[in-house]
């Protein structure tokens, strides 16, 4: 089943997302990120190019050529999944492909909008009977 994570409390989801995405590279897994639409998806791609500074994450959208063979897709898509690792949602609503990921990483922003759509997508998964962890990310490096 798979495993739900909500990073909460985010003061920067750019920086957040990249973190990950780094963490998940050097451990040799396979993330994609949804994004709700086409400027979300181009701001998180300058991030990816230039977060972390001393380093590249390799990624590319779904429907790129490379996408079998690159660690981290990118796209507001949410199909075709190409890897089933890692879902990073980054979407409002619970993307209907969820579940054929191992696991799914929900950031929450500090805003009340972010937090109430947060909530909603967290008791949808609860609903459901899927496990879920919660990482306040309040005062760390990551947020």
């Known amino acids: 089943m798979t495993q ?4 909460t409390h985010v003061d920067n989801k750019l920086q957040v997302i990249s973190a990950l995405a780094g963490k998940a590279l050097a451990r040799g897994m396979r993330m994609t990120i ?3 639409d086409s400027g979300a998806t181009d701001r998180v791609d ?8 001393i380093g590249f994450l390799p990624h590319c959208r779904a ?3 490379l996408a079998p063979v690159t660690p981290i897709i990118l796209d ?3 199909e075709p999944v190409v890897h089933e690792q890692v ?3 980054l979407c ?3 993307p209907p492909v969820f579940s054929r990921y191992e696991r ?3 950031i929450v922003g500090k805003d009340e909008p972010d937090r109430a759509q947060a909530r909603t997508r967290f008791r949808f998964y609860r609903e459901r009977g899927y496990a879920i962890r919660t990482h306040d990310l309040t005062g760390t490096a990551l947020s």
Do not use: G
């Open 4 to 7: 739900i994570d909500f990073y």
């Open 34 to 36: 949804l994004t709700p």
């Open 46 to 53: 300058r991030a990816l190019w230039i977060q972390p500074s």
């Open 63 to 65: 429907h790129h050529r």
């Open 76 to 78: 507001h898509f949410a």
């Open 87 to 89: 879902l990073v949602n």
């Open 92 to 94: 409002t609503d619970c």
């Open 104 to 106: 799914v990483i929900e």
